[in-house]
């Protein structure tokens, strides 16, 4: 069964300073993995996505993340944290193994708090 | 373009009242997801439907809870009787079907549901 963890819960960084956002998976096959983001009061927004081509990704808003299969990760990354990048993260996998339907597995979410 | 409109944003009702929510997919998209969220239990799937027709309800939590999609362009997910424990946001999410499930979904704004 495929499953992605998110292997913290909550990160803080100052203004200006890299961000590191770490994201685990397992998987039998070649996955399709995504990066979200949820502002406050808002829906999932897609950051990126992963998807058998180029293993390092970018993404919106200067973010990029980089496929490595024999880590089994998806980190997210950013060289420079601004505050409008506060939000909840969420790594995920496409469950396409038991239904090939988009069905989407998600992690448990990773705050990020940006510091003045 | 417009993306996934859900209606209504905000939804205070009491126990035992019928509730309904209602979600406008991307036009084009062939899937159309129901989530939940709530701190407790993170983001749950709850049903979807392809070409509007209910494919998995698994997750629906109990017979209270119904779902349809009369057209492509319309979903309703419906609470009778509404308990306190369903206060949660409800997302809507729709995609394109896509070969190894690699479209990602797009989310709307979400409905924020309280049951006193």
């Known amino acids: 069964a495929q499953s992605v963890t998110q292997l913290d819960s909550h990160v803080s960084v100052s203004e200006g300073t890299p961000v590191l956002l770490r994201c685990n998976y397992s998987?039998?096959?070649?996955?399709?993995l995504f990066w979200y983001v949820q502002h406050p009061n808002k829906g999932l927004q897609l950051l990126l996505k992963?998807?058998?081509?180029?293993?390092l990704v970018k993404g919106i808003n200067g973010f990029e993340a980089e496929f490595k299969k024999s880590e089994t990760s998806f980190h997210l990354t950013k060289p420079s944290a601004h505050m409008s990048d506060a939000a909840e993260y969420f790594c995920?996998?496409?469950?396409?193994?038991?239904?090939?339907?988009?069905?989407?597995?998600f992690g448990q979410g990773t705050t990020l708090q940006v510091k003045p | 373009d417009a993306g996934v409109i859900q209606s209504p944003r905000h939804e205070v009702t009491e126990m035992g009242q019928e509730v309904t929510l209602r979600c406008k997919p991307i036009?084009?998209?062939?899937?159309l997801f129901w989530y939940r969220q709530t701190m407790m239990r993170g983001l749950e799937l709850l049903i979807y439907?392809?070409?509007?027709?209910?494919?998995?309800d698994s997750g629906m939590p109990e017979d209270r809870f119904s779902a349809k999609m009369p057209n492509a362009s319309f979903s309703t997910l419906k609470i009778q009787p509404s308990e306190p424990r369903d206060s949660a946001v409800y997302f809507c999410?729709?995609?394109?079907?896509?070969?190894?499930?690699?479209?990602?979904?797009?989310f709307g704004d979400g409905t924020r549901l309280s049951i006193l």
């Open positions: 999410a729709s995609s394109l079907s896509g070969t190894y499930s690699n479209q990602p979904q797009h």
């Open positions: 998987s039998s096959y070649s996955p399709s």
């Open positions: 992963y998807t058998s081509a180029a293993t």
């Open positions: 995920v996998v496409s469950d396409f193994v038991s239904s090939n339907t988009g069905k989407l597995i």
């Open positions: 036009s084009g998209h062939d899937y």
């Open positions: 439907f392809n070409n509007n027709v209910p494919i998995d």
